[in-house]
Protein backbone atom coordinates (compact mmCIF):
# COMPACT_ATOMS: atom_id res chain seq x y z
CA UNK A 1 0.00 0.00 0.00
CA UNK A 2 3.26 2.30 0.83
CA UNK A 3 4.74 1.45 -2.23
CA UNK A 4 1.47 2.05 -4.24
CA UNK A 5 0.77 5.59 -2.80
CA UNK A 6 4.97 6.45 -3.39
CA UNK A 7 4.17 5.64 -6.50
CA UNK A 8 1.06 7.63 -6.99
CA UNK A 9 2.69 10.48 -5.53
CA UNK A 10 5.85 10.50 -7.72
CA UNK A 11 3.65 10.01 -10.86
CA UNK A 12 1.70 13.41 -9.93
CA UNK A 13 4.41 15.56 -9.32
CA UNK A 14 6.37 13.84 -12.91
CA UNK A 15 3.29 15.17 -14.47
CA UNK A 16 2.76 18.77 -12.61
CA UNK A 17 6.15 19.21 -13.52
CA UNK A 18 5.97 18.48 -17.36
CA UNK A 19 2.57 20.06 -17.84
CA UNK A 20 3.91 23.24 -16.25
CA UNK A 21 6.80 22.80 -18.86
CA UNK A 22 4.79 22.36 -21.72
CA UNK A 23 2.59 25.68 -20.57
CA UNK A 24 5.86 27.78 -20.34
CA UNK A 25 6.27 30.69 -22.79
CA UNK A 26 8.68 30.41 -25.32
CA UNK A 27 11.41 32.81 -26.32
CA UNK A 28 13.62 32.70 -28.95
CA UNK A 29 17.00 34.51 -29.86
CA UNK A 30 20.18 33.42 -31.71
CA UNK A 31 23.95 34.78 -31.80
CA UNK A 32 25.82 34.17 -35.26
CA UNK A 33 30.05 33.55 -34.80
CA UNK A 34 31.89 34.18 -37.84
CA UNK A 35 35.49 32.28 -37.18
CA UNK A 36 37.30 35.71 -37.32
CA UNK A 37 35.90 36.86 -40.47
CA UNK A 38 33.26 39.98 -40.69
CA UNK A 39 29.80 39.27 -42.52
CA UNK A 40 26.93 41.38 -43.42
CA UNK A 41 23.33 40.26 -43.50
CA UNK A 42 20.08 41.12 -45.19
CA UNK A 43 17.35 42.66 -43.20
CA UNK A 44 15.87 39.68 -42.89
CA UNK A 45 15.22 39.30 -39.56
CA UNK A 46 12.50 39.36 -37.81
CA UNK A 47 12.24 42.38 -34.68
CA UNK A 48 14.74 42.47 -32.60
CA UNK A 49 14.79 43.30 -28.42
CA UNK A 50 18.59 44.29 -28.53
CA UNK A 51 18.92 46.60 -31.39
CA UNK A 52 16.49 48.04 -33.99
CA UNK A 53 17.49 48.28 -37.44
CA UNK A 54 16.43 51.01 -40.19
CA UNK A 55 13.71 49.65 -42.06
CA UNK A 56 15.28 51.73 -45.35
CA UNK A 57 18.48 49.65 -44.83
CA UNK A 58 18.34 46.28 -46.67
CA UNK A 59 21.78 45.38 -44.50
CA UNK A 60 22.35 44.65 -40.95
CA UNK A 61 25.93 45.00 -40.34
CA UNK A 62 24.89 46.29 -36.86
CA UNK A 63 24.48 42.83 -34.98
CA UNK A 64 25.18 39.55 -35.31
CA UNK A 65 22.75 38.18 -32.26
CA UNK A 66 19.10 38.78 -31.83
CA UNK A 67 16.23 38.14 -29.19
CA UNK A 68 12.85 38.19 -31.05
CA UNK A 69 10.67 40.53 -29.64
CA UNK A 70 8.03 40.92 -28.47
CA UNK A 71 8.20 38.20 -25.48
CA UNK A 72 6.97 35.16 -26.50
CA UNK A 73 6.60 35.84 -29.70
CA UNK A 74 7.53 32.32 -31.67
CA UNK A 75 8.23 33.40 -36.12
CA UNK A 76 7.25 30.16 -38.07
CA UNK A 77 11.02 30.54 -39.10
CA UNK A 78 13.91 32.78 -39.58
CA UNK A 79 15.98 33.22 -42.43
CA UNK A 80 19.40 34.32 -42.30
CA UNK A 81 21.51 35.62 -45.28
CA UNK A 82 25.03 36.10 -44.97
CA UNK A 83 28.00 37.03 -46.96
CA UNK A 84 31.33 37.75 -46.19
CA UNK A 85 32.04 41.25 -45.54
CA UNK A 86 34.83 43.84 -44.81
CA UNK A 87 36.23 45.23 -41.91
CA UNK A 88 34.43 48.87 -40.85
CA UNK A 89 38.42 49.98 -41.36
CA UNK A 90 38.14 48.48 -44.79
CA UNK A 91 34.87 50.48 -45.79
CA UNK A 92 35.98 53.66 -44.18
CA UNK A 93 38.90 53.28 -46.55
CA UNK A 94 36.51 53.07 -49.47
CA UNK A 95 34.05 55.08 -48.26
CA UNK A 96 35.41 57.91 -45.65
CA UNK A 97 35.28 57.96 -42.11
CA UNK A 98 32.56 56.48 -40.16
CA UNK A 99 30.33 59.60 -38.88
CA UNK A 100 30.31 58.48 -35.26
CA UNK A 101 29.23 61.81 -33.72
CA UNK A 102 26.19 62.35 -35.85
CA UNK A 103 25.30 58.91 -35.06
CA UNK A 104 26.13 60.10 -31.19
CA UNK A 105 24.22 63.18 -31.80
CA UNK A 106 21.35 61.61 -33.09
CA UNK A 107 20.77 58.71 -30.58
CA UNK A 108 21.04 62.08 -27.73
CA UNK A 109 18.48 64.08 -29.65
CA UNK A 110 19.90 66.86 -30.78
CA UNK A 111 21.83 66.30 -34.00
CA UNK A 112 21.32 69.22 -36.31
CA UNK A 113 20.06 68.18 -39.98
CA UNK A 114 23.38 68.46 -41.77
CA UNK A 115 24.37 65.61 -39.44
CA UNK A 116 21.26 63.55 -39.59
CA UNK A 117 21.96 64.01 -43.52
CA UNK A 118 25.50 62.98 -43.41
CA UNK A 119 24.70 59.73 -41.28
CA UNK A 120 21.76 58.93 -43.62
CA UNK A 121 24.22 59.65 -46.94
CA UNK A 122 26.89 57.35 -45.31
CA UNK A 123 24.76 54.47 -45.13
CA UNK A 124 23.31 54.51 -48.58
CA UNK A 125 26.66 54.49 -49.84
CA UNK A 126 27.41 51.63 -47.66
CA UNK A 127 24.37 49.77 -48.62
CA UNK A 128 25.05 50.76 -52.28
CA UNK A 129 28.76 49.12 -52.01
CA UNK A 130 26.98 45.71 -50.43
CA UNK A 131 24.89 45.70 -53.58
CA UNK A 132 27.99 44.67 -55.27
CA UNK A 133 28.52 41.79 -53.69
CA UNK A 134 27.91 38.67 -56.15
CA UNK A 135 24.67 36.92 -55.55
CA UNK A 136 26.93 33.57 -55.42
CA UNK A 137 28.29 34.89 -52.23
CA UNK A 138 25.06 35.12 -50.07
CA UNK A 139 24.75 31.93 -47.96
CA UNK A 140 21.02 31.01 -46.10
CA UNK A 141 20.13 29.25 -42.91
CA UNK A 142 16.04 28.85 -42.29
CA UNK A 143 15.39 28.16 -38.50
CA UNK A 144 12.58 26.20 -38.22
CA UNK A 145 11.20 27.15 -34.59
CA UNK A 146 8.22 25.39 -34.11
CA UNK A 147 10.42 22.20 -34.40
CA UNK A 148 12.66 23.21 -31.43
CA UNK A 149 9.47 24.57 -29.50
CA UNK A 150 7.76 21.11 -29.96
CA UNK A 151 11.42 19.16 -28.91
CA UNK A 152 12.20 21.33 -25.71
CA UNK A 153 7.90 21.53 -24.81
CA UNK A 154 8.91 19.49 -21.53
CA UNK A 155 11.76 20.31 -20.70
CA UNK A 156 13.05 22.99 -18.15
CA UNK A 157 16.12 24.55 -17.80
CA UNK A 158 18.81 23.85 -15.13
CA UNK A 159 19.37 25.90 -12.53
CA UNK A 160 17.11 28.37 -10.91
CA UNK A 161 14.81 30.65 -13.01
CA UNK A 162 11.43 32.70 -13.21
CA UNK A 163 8.97 30.40 -14.80
CA UNK A 164 6.30 33.32 -15.39
CA UNK A 165 8.96 34.82 -17.60
CA UNK A 166 9.14 31.38 -19.61
CA UNK A 167 12.11 29.59 -21.22
CA UNK A 168 14.71 30.71 -23.86
CA UNK A 169 15.44 28.76 -26.49
CA UNK A 170 19.03 30.19 -28.27
CA UNK A 171 20.67 29.33 -31.23
CA UNK A 172 23.89 29.42 -31.63
CA UNK A 173 25.39 29.18 -35.16
CA UNK A 174 28.98 28.96 -35.99
CA UNK A 175 29.90 29.66 -39.65
CA UNK A 176 33.29 28.36 -40.86
CA UNK A 177 35.17 29.86 -43.46
CA UNK A 178 34.47 26.81 -46.49
CA UNK A 179 30.81 28.30 -46.16
CA UNK A 180 29.69 25.90 -43.54
CA UNK A 181 27.86 26.13 -40.14
CA UNK A 182 26.73 24.42 -37.36
CA UNK A 183 23.85 24.59 -34.99
CA UNK A 184 24.02 24.63 -31.12
CA UNK A 185 20.58 24.78 -29.46
CA UNK A 186 20.32 25.49 -25.61
CA UNK A 187 17.54 26.33 -23.60
CA UNK A 188 17.88 28.72 -20.49
CA UNK A 189 15.60 30.60 -18.67
CA UNK A 190 14.45 33.97 -19.44
CA UNK A 191 16.11 37.07 -18.11
CA UNK A 192 14.89 40.04 -16.87
CA UNK A 193 14.72 41.94 -19.81
CA UNK A 194 17.80 43.75 -20.95
CA UNK A 195 18.18 46.77 -23.83
CA UNK A 196 21.80 46.16 -24.34
CA UNK A 197 21.24 42.19 -24.97
CA UNK A 198 24.06 40.59 -27.29
Not at 47 to 69: G, M, P, Q, T
Request: glycine fraction near 4%.
Amino acid sequence: MVKLIKTSILINIIMLVTGCASMMKNNISFAIHGQNKSYIYKNTWPECANFKINSFLKYNDLSDSCRVSPEGYVPPQIIIEYAPWLTMEQVEKILGDYPQKALSDIVLGFATEKEKNEFKIWNIKQQELIEKIPAIAWKRIVLTLPKDVEKYKYQVPEGKGNRSRGKNIHYIISLHPDGSYDIETKLYWVQKYQLKWN
